[in-house]
């Protein structure tokens, strides 16, 4: 009778820790998550059994660090339990699985073990990081160095069978605040990821106090038995470009023993030569990034490998500062790991234009490098040409609309070239102009920085091509996308915005069960907003929606104050006389203005109503504006079940009232019932401006300002326009 029961569910799967499914910022209060399965018509669960262990052999064994027992819950999402708190030690491994019970008394396996470490104490007090000296070992100034360099560690032997699971912590500094990347970290010429995450400045509201990011990675199933050996290709333009790592090993008898740390030992090489850096940039208008123009006589092929020679090599070099100053603060990244991929898309496929014209084009566009394997006859230098976008001639358009100018060069040597590129491009298409020989499919490919992605997670189909299209692109797009923070564009600025992460976010949350990127996203945003006045809001909007979809409340708990600020605009101190209420005392602290004019009943000043000027479809701006005042009514709104969540109560009453009103006054001011259109805004005169963009309808609609099914009808047949696109 049990085995039949158990044949009726299938052990949970998706387990994640903290959002994450591999987890190493883990606090003394985890929360657990797990997709639950069931074969019979209305399964669900009614209860789960929880167990942890130090060691992966002690599973088997059934020796249970801690057990749960059965617990009475139909939750598996952000699951607490109180107990284990006191019991999880800083830097520990862990093992957890999980079994539920369903209202048939239908008992699943245990899911597949999953590991969590909890977050690690680094003593960063005197910590410097190495680099690599400059080409010629003279006596050199820092900022002599080169911008790239190549770094290895000394051999290190292991025996794998002692090993239960082994971790390199990374983090590195000197990239500029938009580059995607500091560092490629390989094990045993393998790719395990790519670091750091972008430092946020202001960490949690603190002006003088910049959070440093550290990743950390699983790279147990990357070493071999003997000689292993840790390589890492970094880049860094700044006078502070060190990078700093150490690999942990946890032994199966319980031991945790640092087995290595970056040092004088590793050896390095200064990849100026290598990567042609000699001052040139390519560049939007944000940022700059290396020149990548490859010169195969000095790039050292087979570096990463365990067997390379580099006696030849310098030892490295430590930066004299602190690669965690006093103003600094050294965290976990709290967002899945990026790594590299080799892309290989069926459609990929070469064009050959011209004589010593070949043209590349890889099936999709991806965010990254290249990854080459050429085989040349004979030593000659290459034309690169990279873009989104092919000319209507067939060729490249190099230039690509975000800014950059892709543009490059590469030395080759006759025989092998094998080797990868470092710095961050937006492109699908690899022009290569004057190669001599003949270019195969398989000896270019994309080289691209991704999180995990699981494409089987979702999917949709439907009898209209274009809406299917559309869902592929979008789910493509996230996938392409998410490296250490959503941005508005890879290409020009490489910066989040609160706008973008709002789409970002919410397409996000339907093609992925990775969540854990939106919420760091938000996070950042939070302490570094951007100038748009209605993004700031949308801090508020996407706060509600992570707690919506992962059942979680740590964020809104920890930043339900600086959630607030958000309603306030600009820079000043002082509020309208008119208001009222508690919260508006936490407000009057230099942080902006509170903007809601009580004669009025509207918010004053405005938004980001759409980009370029001439998308706004005419649209007409007052002092009250209808766009900007639907954006307030949906913030207030939320706010309100914010402070509910999180045991704000006194604050209910002032958010919901404020929201009712500017609702209220919205529809008495500014909708026209004849023609079911809201117009653009109103003057300081309480005139209005009757024009009737789609935008200001658009706004009231997505943010519910009608008062029944027949106003927004109303309203929703003049946004369709028909089906027309404004």
Partial sequence: MADSKLEK?????????????????????????????????QSFQQAFQIVLVKRLHDIANQNY???SGWVDSANNTSVVLPELKAQLADGGLYYWQVRVKDN????SYFSEPEKFVCQDVID???????????????????????????????????????VDSAFITAFSHG??????????????????????????????????????YYNKYDVTEYLENGDNVISALVGGTTERRAFWAKLDLFTIDGKNVTLLVTDENWKAL???SAFGDYGVKIRSIYFGMVSENVDMRFYPQGWQNVNFNDNNWANAQFNSDKIIADNEVLVPYRSENSARLKTNEPTKKVTKLGEQNYLLDLGKEIIGSLSINLSSDVAQRVNVLMGEQLNEDGHVRHHIAAGPDYVENWTLVAGTNEFTTFQVKNFRYVELVGFEGKLNTDEINGWAIEQPFDENESEFSSDNELLNREYELSKYTIKATNQDIFVDSQARERRPYEGDLLVNGLTSFVVSSNYSLDRHTLDYLIDNPTWPEAYKLFNIEMAWLDYMYTGNSALLNKRYENLKIKLNRGKGEDSFDGASSDFMGNLKNGKGVDNFDEKVGLVTNNGLVDWPIPERDGFVEGKYNTPFNAVFYGAYQVMAQIAEVTGHDGDVPYFTKRANTIKEQMIARLYDKQSGRFYDSLNEDLTVNKHTSHHASAYALCYGVYDGQEMSNKVAKFVANDGEFI
């Fill in 104 to 107: 048939y008394d239908n008992i």
């Fill in 175 to 212: 990239s500029e605040a938009q580059f995607i990347q500091g560092f490629d970290l390989n094990v045993n010429g393998k790719n395990v990821g790519v670091g750091s995450a972008r430092a946020q400045a202001d960490y949690y509201g603190d002006a003088d106090k910049t959070g440093v």
């Fill in 124 to 162: 960063t007090a005197d910590l410097h990081g190495i680099w690599s000296p400059a080409e010629n070992k003279g006596e050199q100034q820092l900022a002599q160095l080169g911008n790239v360099a190549f770094l290895r560690s000394p051999k290190f032997e292991i025996n794998k069978e002692n």
């Fill in 65 to 67: 660090f801690y057990d």
């Fill in 270 to 272: 200064d990849a100026s």
């Fill in 9 to 41: 569910l299938v052990g949970p799967t998706h387990l994640r820790v903290d959002l994450l499914d591999f987890a190493y910022e883990v606090t003394n209060e985890p929360h657990f998550s797990w997709w639950d399965h069931a074969y019979a018509e």
